[in-house]
């Protein structure tokens, strides 16, 4: 077949239709795949706003409502449950104009004493500063240890027939590695300057006179902790000869005891109690971010204090 002069012959042509079919496709496929993967991502961050807890207190404060606190896990500094985060949530729903009354929701096995002597400390200057409002705590599963000894501050503690309650006693636990070194043929080598600064040592044969001298410390603690629930529930409390032998008790038992005064949720403390049913969150949480460098932190402190330090920690567990 013949073709007009200066006309590329047909097999070029269609070799150029099929070459810019392929590419237009290619570019199709391309803004496709584009799309596709913001879509994707839109969709990534969509989930992660709806379910990250991403942090910060969920403060709706308008007209009269029962402020709600979470005092959730263990009780220490770098914690969500640290006596900086429940301090300054209590500071905040108390000052609210709108509480009718505070809610402290406990779920906790204890930890610190000093933390939860700070928090205890603060409810009762609060209660002290604004005496119309009240603040009653509400036991879930687990109250126990230094959970209670921040509950007794409250004006009423109220329980679950089921919930767990009680523990009053100190602890300072570790372990003891000697045999297991001389077995290794591994030597122990302690410098320190003073004759008790590697204080209970794990890797060093346990000290009888370090070992008198940390009960000392525990039994004053735990006189400490006697005297707290004492004066929190006053002429409720019924004592028998195990109440503060670090026994727990079943909130049907606890109610019997005097350790707590009834039975009751957090709505329907708000409801019947507070006479507020409308509930307004004050917890603070903390974010992602905010866990993670704790995190880091807290396990670089312990880590030095290990080292320095030897001994663990009273514990209010």
Same mark, same amino acid.
């Given at each position: ?45 969509? &989930?992660?706003?709806? /379910?990250?807890?991403? +942090? *910060? %207190?969920?403060?709706? $404060?308008?007209?009269? =409502? ?35 009354? &505070?809610?402290?929701? /406990?779920?906790?096995? +204890? *930890? %610190?004493?000093?933390? $939860?002597?700070?928090? =205890? ?44 309650? *009680? %523990? ?150």
């Amino acid at each position: 077949m013949s073709t007009p002069e200066n006309e590329p012959p047909w097999e070029r042509q269609l070799l150029e239709k099929v070459a810019f079919a392929s590419l237009h496709e290619q570019r199709a496929k391309r803004r496709w795949g584009i799309f596709f993967k913001l879509a994707g991502l839109a969709y990534l961050v969509a &989930v992660l706003v709806l /379910v990250v807890d991403w +942090g *910060g %207190s969920e403060q709706l $404060a308008d007209g009269r =409502h029962t402020a709600v606190i979470h005092l959730h896990g263990t009780i220490e500094a770098q914690g969500e449950a640290s006596a900086q985060n429940v301090n300054d949530a209590l500071e905040a729903a108390f000052a609210d104009k709108g509480t009718a009354g &505070v809610i402290l929701r /406990v779920n906790s096995p +204890g *930890g %610190s004493p000093v933390q $939860a002597g700070i928090v =205890h400390d603060e409810i009762r200057r609060l209660r002290t500063k604004h005496p119309q409002i009240p603040l009653y705590a509400v036991v879930e599963d687990l109250c126990a240890s230094g959970g209670y000894y921040v509950a007794v501050a409250a004006d009423k503690i109220f329980v679950d027939k089921a919930s767990i309650v *009680g %523990s009053i006693g100190v602890l300072m636990d570790g372990f003891g590695f000697t045999g297991t070194m001389e077995k290794l043929g591994v030597e122990r080598r302690l410098l320190t300057a003073g004759e008790n600064k590697g204080f209970l040592d794990p890797f060093s044969p346990q000290d009888a006179k370090q070992k008198e001298h940390a009960r000392v410390l525990l039994r004053e603690i735990h006189k400490q902790f006697i005297e707290v629930v004492r004066r929190g529930r006053g002429t409720r409390l019924k004592e028998t000869p195990e109440m503060f032998s670090g026994l727990m008790w079943t909130g049907s038992q606890s109610v019997g005891l005097g350790l707590a005064d009834g039975f009751g949720t957090v709505g329907s403390v708000a409801r019947d109690v507070i006479k507020a049913e409308r509930i307004v969150e004050f917890t603070i949480k903390e974010n992602i971010a905010e866990r993670f460098a704790k995190r880091l932190r807290a396990d670089a402190v312990q880590g030095v204090a290990g080292s320095l330090l030897g001994a663990g920690r009273p514990l209010f567990h």
